[in-house]
């Protein structure tokens, strides 16, 4: 009913940009916060930025001022502008949202939705 779309991955060589897409769809009638995890192999999923639905973001310390999270409530979109990236950044990136959904009885509900992951490799 209500499904995260995720673009933007690939491979790129330390240094270089790439940005992230995330689109929700569905019987939507608001979104909350929006954010982007990442999973690097071996390892547990961690947050990387949030987004709350009045424009307030968060950061995880290793990416403050390389990474720009925002989202445009149009389109139901949440963007990651990734910059100046480095090898460890190397992971499987997942949108995350909060999201109202309509049901079918004509009410409101309330869950989590995930992404499908977009990988992002960055080569010495």
């Known amino acids: 009913q209500v499904q995260l779309v995720e673009s933007g991955g690939g491979l790129v060589q330390a240094g270089d940009s790439l940005k992230l897409f995330c689109t929700a769809s569905?019987?939507?009638?608001?979104?909350?916060?929006m954010g982007w995890y990442r999973q690097a192999p071996g390892k547990r999923r961690e947050l990387v930025a949030t987004?709350?639905?009045?424009?307030?973001?968060g950061y995880i310390d290793s990416v403050k001022g390389r990474f720009t999270i925002s989202r445009d409530n149009a389109k139901n979109t949440v963007y990651l502008q990734m910059n100046s990236l480095k090898p460890e950044d190397t992971a499987v990136y997942y949108c995350?949202?909060?999201?109202?959904?309509?049901?079918?009885?004509?009410?409101?509900?309330?869950?989590?939705?995930w992404g499908q992951g977009t990988q992002v490799t960055v080569s010495l």
């Open positions: 569905g019987s939507i009638f608001s979104i909350n916060t």
């Open positions: 987004i709350r639905s009045g424009g307030s973001t």
């Open positions: 995350n949202a909060e999201i109202v959904s309509n049901t079918y009885t004509g009410g409101r509900s309330v869950g989590d939705y």
